[in-house]
Nanobody
Framework: QVQLVESGGGLVQAGGSLRLSCAASGRTFSIYDVGWFRQAPGKEREFVAAIGWYSGNTYYADSVKGRFTCSRDNAKNTVYLQMNSLKPEDTAVYYC?????????????????WGQGTQVTVSS
């Protein structure tokens, strides 16, 4: 089992920045990718970004490319999502997730483990 705990959400004005953290524990050696997803009220959960746990390769949704950066600190078993130039449409609950296979990283159903989510609210 892998346990994930997100932190770092909050309220920020448009154009501002936030950094989310995702701390992993348990069988972290089994992680293949860590992904970030978000879900706004009334909408489906959508892919935001992902990072290879060992490779460090990063992948982004078009809507956040150039504004968000995903990174990891394997010594701390922590993945980060740096969010810059935030927009009101970025408002959502953000979740980190981990998967231990090579299944499609942009699909929520590829992931085995999920954090509890953290709210990000961007005011206009």
């Amino acid at each position: 089992q892998v346990q994930l705990v997100e932190s770092g959400g909050g309220l920020v004005q448009a154009g501002g920045s936030l950094r989310l953290s995702c701390a992993a524990s348990g069988r972290t050696f089994s992680i293949y990718d860590v992904g970030w997803f978000r879900q706004a009220p009334g909408k489906e959960r959508e892919f935001v970004a992902a990072i290879g746990w060992y490779s460090g390769n990063t992948y982004y949704a078009d809507s956040v490319k150039g504004r968000f950066t995903c990174s990891r600190d394997n010594a701390k078993n922590t993945v980060y999502l740096q969010m810059n130039s935030l927009k009101p449409e970025d408002t959502a609950v953000y979740y980190c997730a981990a998967k231990n296979s090579g299944l499609t990283r942009s699909r929520p159903d590829s992931y085995n483990y999920w954090g509890q989510g953290t709210q990000v609210t961007v005011s206009s």
